[in-house]
């Protein structure tokens, strides 16, 4: 069955970095674009990352662009969120999500499964 | 960026009665060519990751009881309980998959009454 698990999550100082990852497993990983979207405390959605199936496109929103970067290794069926320069505001759950629909090249397709979430603190 | 508005921010039902939520997009998200609105509906219960209810503003996703139902076209949109259940207590959200960033609303808290 499709499942995908995100993990790396922590507490981290204002300024600092860490790496989220996603396990992708039950699927062609290769063929979907996937998405990071995050979860502050108590708050609503918020979609931050995709990367387009085969890595050649991406894009970020605005509160994240120049401090994230997503990547995916298809050979490992792997997904990761770089971050980068963290302030307070970046203290949220993150979750991987899939599109629910192959070979969408950006927008296009809702997520059909989402992982469990991992818990980001950024705190001093 | 596409903002998407729900209403109420919360609301509370009878067992087995109608629930409506409505979310309005700052721009049209119906797609002329193929006659498709990039509206999704999601549940949300506490603890737990969203589920896809309804994607194409009306189409309801695989399992999903069919008292949920979508409609609504263009930049307005209305996800219906047509008679709430216990385990339908849960936080619901829009979201417009049309355009970069993708964006959700702000999400409706379904209570029972």
């Known amino acids: 069955q499709v499942q995908v698990v995100e993990s790396g999550g922590g507490v981290v100082q204002p300024g600092g970095s860490l790496r989220l990852s996603c396990t992708a497993s039950?699927?062609?990983?290769?063929?979907?674009?996937m998405h990071w979207v995050r979860q502050a405390p108590g708050k609503g959605l918020e979609w931050v990352a995709f990367?387009?199936?085969?890595?050649?496109?991406?894009n970020y929103a605005d509160s994240v662009k120049g401090r994230f970067t997503i990547s995916r290794d298809n050979s490992k069926n792997m997904l990761y969120l770089q971050m980068n320069s963290l302030t307070t505001e970046d203290t949220a759950v993150y979750f991987c999500?899939?599109?629910?629909?192959?070979?969408?090249?950006?927008?296009?397709?809702?997520?059909?499964?989402w992982g469990q979430g991992t818990l980001l603190t950024v705190s001093s | 960026d596409i903002v998407m508005t729900q209403s109420p921010d919360s609301l509370a039902v009878s067992l087995g009665e109608r629930a409506s939520i409505n979310c309005k997009s700052s721009q049209s998200i119906l797609y002329t060519s193929n006659s498709k609105n990039y509206l999704a509906w999601y549940q949300q219960k506490p603890g737990q990751p969203p589920k896809l209810l309804v994607y194409w503003a009306s189409t309801r996703e695989s399992g999903v009881p069919d008292r949920f139902s979508g409609s609504g076209s263009g930049t307005d949109f209305t996800l219906t309980i047509s008679s709430l259940q216990a385990e339908d207590v849960a936080v619901y959200y829009c979201?417009?998959?049309?355009?970069?960033?993708?964006?959700f609303g702000g999400g409706t808290k379904v209570e029972i009454k």
């Open positions: 039950g699927f062609t990983f290769s063929s979907y674009t």
């Open positions: 990367i387009r199936y085969d890595g050649s496109n991406n």
């Open positions: 999500a899939k599109d629910a629909f192959p070979g969408i090249a950006a927008a296009g397709a809702p997520f059909d499964y």
């Open positions: 979201q417009q998959y049309y355009f970069s960033p993708l964006t």
